[in-house]
């Protein structure tokens, strides 16, 4: 049991590429989040998803796309990268409890 | 609209002492859920707790103990003799009772404990 898993753990990207994060987890739970850390600002919520093919936007979702097509699941893209984009990205997972599991953290660097 | 503030940004204290984080919450619903949760210095985010709109009971596990008060919207942490292993960032969290539990995070508290 892998509980959440984030990949990659680490990237740098130049403005413009594209990249996906994938988040993983085996716990067969309906809900999956998508949060970035910043300095001083806590963790904010960017997209999630309520059950598989649904998506749903959070605070801040400009710049960033998701989809959930298994259950298992849940994908982050960022179509052209910017350096507004630098952050450590954490996925969630949790169930009808809400209580949220964390994976690792993904830490992005745009040049 | 859902809001946390966590008015202290960093704490420093001296082992042994204890010291209290403060959380302060709005929301409309009537039905929520608080958190807390901890990070420490390698970056992985720890459960510490959970407890819902209905429940005001204050909870004690270990050294760790908190106060919960619809009153006044706060659902404060304390720590009894902190450790130097106390050290990290802690973080409140609020998530609404329906609608896929979108929880709202307060920016944080950074914790220093000095041996």
């Known amino acids: 049991n892998a509980g959440v898993t984030q990949t990659p753990k680490f990237r740098v990207l130049k403005t413009g590429q594209s990249m996906t994060l994938l988040c993983a987890q085996d716990m067969n739970h309906e809900y999956m989040y998508w949060y970035r850390q910043d300095p001083g600002m806590g963790l904010r919520l960017i997209h999630y998803?309520?059950?598989?093919?649904?998506?749903a936007k959070g605070e801040v979702p400009d710049g960033y796309n998701v989809s959930r097509l298994k259950k298992q699941n849940f994908l982050l893209g960022l179509e052209s990268a910017a350096p507004s984009q630098t952050s450590v990205y954490f996925c969630?997972?949790?169930?009808?409890?809400?209580?949220?599991?964390f994976g690792p953290g993904t830490r992005l660097t745009v040049l | 609209a859902q809001k946390v503030t966590q008015a202290q940004t960093e704490i420093s204290v001296v082992e042994k002492e204890d010291v209290t984080l403060d959380c302060v919450y709005e929301?409309?619903?009537?039905?929520?859920?608080l958190f807390w949760y901890k990070q420490p210095p390698s970056g992985e985010l720890v459960f510490l707790i959970r407890?819902?709109?209905?429940?005001?009971q204050n909870e004690i596990s270990g050294r760790y103990s908190w106060n919960f008060q619809k009153s006044t919207s706060s659902f404060n942490f304390t720590i009894t003799a902190s450790q130097v292993v106390d050290s990290a960032v802690y973080f409140c969290a609020l998530s609404e009772g329906a609608g896929g539990f979108k929880t709202i995070f307060g920016a944080g508290t950074r914790l220093f404990v000095k041996a």
């Open positions: 407890r819902n709109s209905f429940d005001e």
């Open positions: 969630a997972s949790c169930d009808v409890r809400n209580e949220q599991f």
């Open positions: 929301t409309r619903d009537t039905t929520y859920y």
């Open positions: 998803s309520v059950g598989e093919g649904t998506t």
